[in-house]
């Protein structure tokens, strides 16, 4: 098709190939992929569940800070259990 400056519908009647849409297709990951890009199946729908892999530096950089919002959480419930202890002490005193 680029070497004889065909259009996508006669690449796709000289090839046999049902829609000119699939040479479309084919072109964008031709150019962007290169031809190991052509080898690779895609058949059915893409995978949008978000798998992505985070960089390393991101995930270790989440994995401190969920570390150290739990151990403020911690601190804090104790914390109250502390307040809520002297209030009930100063109140047993006045009585």
């Known amino acids: 098709m680029l070497k004889e400056n065909l ?3 006669e690449t796709a009647r000289r090839f046999e190939v049902s ?3 699939r040479i479309k297709s084919w072109e964008r990951i031709y150019l962007t992929e290169g031809p190991e ?3 690779v199946e895609r058949r059915g729908r893409g995978n949008k569940s978000g798998s992505r892999q985070l ?3 991101v995930e270790e950089d989440l994995l401190a800070e969920v570390q150290r919002l739990r151990a403020e959480n911690a601190y804090l419930k104790n914390l109250q259990a502390l307040v809520l202890e002297e209030e ?3 109140l047993r005193n006045r009585w």
Request: hydrophobic letters at 15%.
């Open 37 to 39: 890009g052509l080898a």
């Open 7 to 9: 259009s996508y519908c």
């Open 55 to 57: 960089p390393k530096e």
């Open 19 to 21: 829609c000119d849409t």
């Open 88 to 90: 009930r002490r100063r």
